[in-house]
């Protein structure tokens, strides 16, 4: 069973940072598709960012391009979300994802806000 925990979420504020990880109970170091989406109350949920299984190719949202990074190690089977220069509208609820024999994969959610 494929199993997506991610931590790391929190309280924080703008202009601040936070880093979140995303542990799998599955080995990732084969995976293809994996990344993290957000959901903001009352919106739809957003793709934020993606990472191929080298993790050299990386996409982002425009919205999160140049204050987000991502990254994975394949070894601990955990992908991380580094999110810098955070705003008010970056608060939402995280996902990470997987896709795997043709199913997507998802964890629980972590909260961030992003308060004064």
């Known amino acids: 069973q494929v199993q997506l925990v991610e931590s790391g979420g929190g309280l924080v504020q703008p202009g601040g940072s936070l880093r979140l990880s995303c542990a799998a109970s599955v080995r990732i170091f084969s995976i293809h598709h994996m990344g993290w989406y957000r959901q903001a109350p009352g919106k739809e949920r957003e793709l934020v960012a993606t990472i191929t299984r080298s993790g050299g190719g990386t996409n982002f949202a425009d919205s999160v391009k140049d204050r987000f990074t991502t990254s994975r190690d394949n070894a601990k089977n955990t992908v991380y979300l580094q999110m810098n220069s955070l705003k008010p509208e970056d608060t939402a609820v995280y996902y990470c994802?997987?896709?795997?024999?043709?199913?997507?994969?998802w964890g629980q959610g972590t909260q961030v806000t992003v308060s004064a």
């Open positions: 994802y997987i896709h795997l024999s043709g199913l997507n994969y």
